[in-house]
């Protein structure tokens, strides 16, 4: 008899601890490309660490290819890119990967800074080297921005467009005041 109560009052107890692991859980993301989980509370907007993490993956996506790896770096950033904002995000890949695979040129990006604002925008400044065949063709400032979205534990990528520093610095300005 009392083998019976014992297990009840510990089956009492597991079921009290699955419910207050499952009502208070939160979503740890761990993408294959982060070196550590990176803890994400819906409520509280997103983890700046995580953002910045996110986004410094997506323009290594746009921005660090050759002409063999240019696709699939594309595809890949596709699949972050909600639908309704699919047709946009295609047409700008596509004008790149036209341009890529026509000239044989490669690219790295070298992330310098990256900056979390306020409502989803993520600012990034890097160097861009570009090479051929083997040659350095020259390097340049790469201004960036990436407005996402957190929904549900996702990342999206709602829109992304390369700044000249007015607008760069612009934006920056906007924050500071």
């Not at 660090?64 to 770096?73: D, E, G, K, L, R």
């Amino acid at each position: 008899m009392g083998h019976v109560v014992a297990l009840a009052v510990s089956n009492i107890f597991f079921g009290m601890m699955f419910w207050l692991a499952v009502t208070s859980a939160r979503t740890i993301i761990v993408p294959t490309h982060l070196k550590a989980a990176v803890e994400y509370d819906p409520g509280s907007g997103g983890n700046p660490g995580y953002v910045r993490a996110m986004c410094g993956y997506m323009a290594t996506r746009l921005y660090a290819f050759t002409p063999a790896t240019i696709a699939n770096n594309f595809a890949e950033f596709q699949h972050y890119v909600p639908s309704d904002r699919f047709d946009a995000a295609k047409s700008k890949l596509n004008a790149r990967l036209d341009e890529v695979q026509r000239l044989r040129i490669s690219e790295d990006l070298q992330i310098e800074e990256t900056h979390v604002l306020p409502g989803g925008v993520c600012l990034l400044k890097g160097m861009l080297m570009r090479s051929a065949g083997g040659r350095i063709l020259g390097s340049e400032d790469l201004l960036l921005r990436i407005n996402y979205r957190l929904d549900n534990g996702g990342f999206w990528i709602e829109d992304f467009d390369s700044l000249d520093n007015g607008a760069f610095a612009q934006l920056m300005q906007s924050v500071s005041r």
